[in-house]
């Protein structure tokens, strides 16, 4: 079937499911919305991530997507049921492939998490790794800052360095080794990240996991395109709902492929 994919996000950062889900499912479409307008959400009550989840969610059966990514922590965690109310295809958020990857990685059972305010906030990270494994024990640390300096485009700054470092501080005196990137923005400071826990702690992404059960539900549903990449070159369709040059900046940075153009959304209206 070669309907495509909708992936949406706040911003930039579901970019980086984005790339994984190229990688994987090479032969889908794609049509993605960041909502650059409203970015960031993880401040934002669950009344309000759910009103403008619903809304991205209706702008994107509009494009007659297959199914839905939310490639948001943030939105996986407080809005999964309502968009799954709204439609009738199939929805995956980001956290439970995510809690899934970071079981499998830890040999302590003792895991970080870090991710914006309201997905700490909600537990449901705890929730779903409790419920693979109860012996799991989890620290969890909202950094609010990081999103607005991955928006702000400054992945490899000193003054990212210095925030990551005051976030990560306390992390560093549990005995982890993993820890859950728990926000589709957090890949890309990846390596200061990295740099700051030590090479003992693995950084589980959650987008590799996502991509995976997507494809295991596009199989099951009988929902993959068969229409082979050699036959046609699949199509990647970007919207925003403000600031298209910095946009596409951002996804050339993040995305293996060029990004030639990105349409700006009156996201209010739907
Ligand atoms: N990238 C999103 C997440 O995974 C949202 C971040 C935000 O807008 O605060 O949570």
Known sequence: MDAPIGVFDSGVGGLTVVKEIMRQLPGENLVYFGDTARVPYGSKSKITVCKYSRQIVRFLQTKNVKAVVAACNTASALALDEIRDE?????????????????????????????????????????????IDPDIT?????????????????????VTEDIVGRYLHELKEYDIDALILGCTHYPLLRRIIGQEMGENVKLVNPAYETAKSLK???????????????????????????????????????????????????????
């Open 138 to 158: 989890v620290v969890s640390k909202a950094c609010p800052l990081f999103v607005p300096l991955v928006e702000e485009g400054l992945w490899e700054d000193r």
């Open 87 to 131: 439609i009738d295809i199939p929805v995956l958020g980001v956290v439970e492939p995510g809690a899934v990857m970071a079981a499998e990685t830890t040999r302590t059972k003792n895991i970080g998490i870090i991710g914006t305010e309201s997905t700490i906030k909600s537990g449901i990270y705890n929730k779903f790794l409790h419920r």
């Open 216 to 270: 295991t539900l596009l199989t099951e549903k009988d929902l993959l395109n068969t229409t082979g990449i050699d036959e046609k070159e699949p199509s990647y369709d970007y919207f925003v709902s403000d600031g298209v040059e910095k946009f596409i900046s951002f996804a050339d940075d993040v995305l293996s492929c060029h990004v030639e153009k990105a349409e700006i959304i009156d996201i209010e209206s739907f």
